[in-house]
């Protein structure tokens, strides 16, 4: 049976294959819902979208597979659940972007501005995030395996639970980051920036911190079995009850360390951290003289106050 193209069944057909099905149309969250529900599809894997301007556009569930973003202009927009496995998003603005749940599996995400972003749940799995700016964007639980983070910027960044396992952070700016029970097994932190960062029951198994600045670092209660802490700074460092199990402390500075009883050192450092330490309130006790994991006490421990 044949519909008249006059009638509403006709009018309803010829709108769901418009002359122009490739016609892009940037709407707002509630636009594009209405557009959605009256068929309108979200974009394509594959698109060319080199330096477009979707600032706050709703893109929620969009498929952008291996789509190019390079410099796209995406702030503020909802990429909530949007997959963007292998997509190139190379220099991107995406400031305060909603990308909750997102799948970002191999996206190249090099100098990208990801600041205030949200990536809770987001899968960033070998993720090329080198010289991204993640400053106080939310990871909490993201995905982050074998990612590769050098020179990124987290400061601020909330990594509660996140995976970060065989992660590359090689001079990675972490400064007051938020890494609680995040899991950073072998990760590469060389010469990353942790100062202030909180790690209380962290993962950091096998993990490479040579030369890291740890600096009034929350490590309590975490695991560093096997890591790598040479010439590490952890001048003010809390390891009250940190596994620190076959650890390289070799040129660590371990000036006034806070460590506990249940603190598990390096079986050849255990009693010579005790003669350098000074108890003080809670059952903890503090590392007084040289910082130099090695060195000897060079005057009596003093009671602190």
């Given at each position: 049976m044949k519909t008249p193209p006059d009638s509403f069944l006709g009018r309803l057909a010829l709108a769901s294959r418009p002359s122009r099905p490739w016609l892009r149309v940037q709407a707002s969250g509630?636009?594009?819902?209405?557009?959605?529900?009256?068929?309108?599809q979200r974009a394509r894997a594959h698109e060319d979208l080199a330096g477009a301007d979707l600032a706050g556009?709703?893109?929620?569930?969009?498929?952008?597979?291996?789509?190019?973003l390079t410099r796209a202009r995406l702030g503020?927009?909802?990429?909530?659940?949007a997959r963007l496995g292998g997509a190139i998003l190379a220099h991107a603005i995406l400031t305060r972007a909603d990308l909750t749940g997102a799948y970002l599996w191999g996206a190249g995400l090099t100098?990208?501005?990801?600041?205030?972003?949200?990536?809770?749940?987001?899968?960033?799995?070998?993720?090329?995030?080198?010289?991204?700016?993640?400053?106080?964007?939310?990871?909490?639980?993201?995905?982050?395996?074998?990612a590769d983070l050098l020179d990124a910027h987290l400061t601020g960044a909330?990594?509660?639970?996140?995976?970060?396992?065989?992660?590359?952070?090689?001079?990675?700016?972490?400064?007051?980051?938020?890494?609680?029970?995040?899991?950073l097994t072998d990760a590469?932190?060389?010469?990353?920036?942790?100062?202030?960062?909180?790690?209380?029951?962290?993962?950091?198994?096998?993990?490479?911190?040579f030369g890291a600045d740890l600096r009034g670092a929350d490590l309590s209660g975490a695991n560093l079995t096997d890591a790598n802490l040479i010439?590490?700074?952890?001048?003010?460092?809390?390891?009250?009850?940190?596994?620190?199990?076959?650890?390289?402390?070799?040129n660590a500075d371990l000036t006034a360390v806070v460590?506990?009883?249940?603190?598990?050192?390096?079986?050849?450092?255990?009693?010579?951290?005790?003669?350098?330490?000074?108890?003080?309130?809670?059952?903890?006790?503090?590392?007084?003289g040289a910082g130099n994991s090695g060195a000897d006490l060079e005057v009596p421990p003093l009671p602190v106050s």
């Open positions: 509630w636009w594009g819902r209405v557009l959605l529900a009256a068929g309108a556009a709703y893109l929620a569930k969009t498929n952008w597979t291996r789509a190019n503020g927009a909802d990429l909530t659940d100098g990208a501005n990801l600041i205030g972003a949200n990536l809770t749940d987001a899968c960033l799995t070998d993720a090329r995030l080198a010289s991204a700016n993640l400053t106080s964007a939310n990871l909490t639980g993201a995905d982050l395996s074998s909330e990594l509660i639970g996140a995976n970060l396992t065989r992660a590359r952070l090689t001079r990675a700016d972490l400064t007051d980051a938020n890494l609680t029970r995040a899991d590469n932190l060389i010469g990353g920036n942790l100062t202030g960062a909180y790690l209380t029951g962290a993962e950091l198994i096998g993990g490479n911190l010439g590490a700074d952890l001048r003010g460092a809390d390891l009250s009850g940190a596994n620190l199990t076959d650890v390289w402390l070799n460590w506990s009883e249940r603190t598990r050192w390096p079986d050849d450092l255990g009693e010579s951290m005790r003669r350098r330490s000074v108890p003080i309130e809670g059952g903890k006790w503090l590392i007084q």
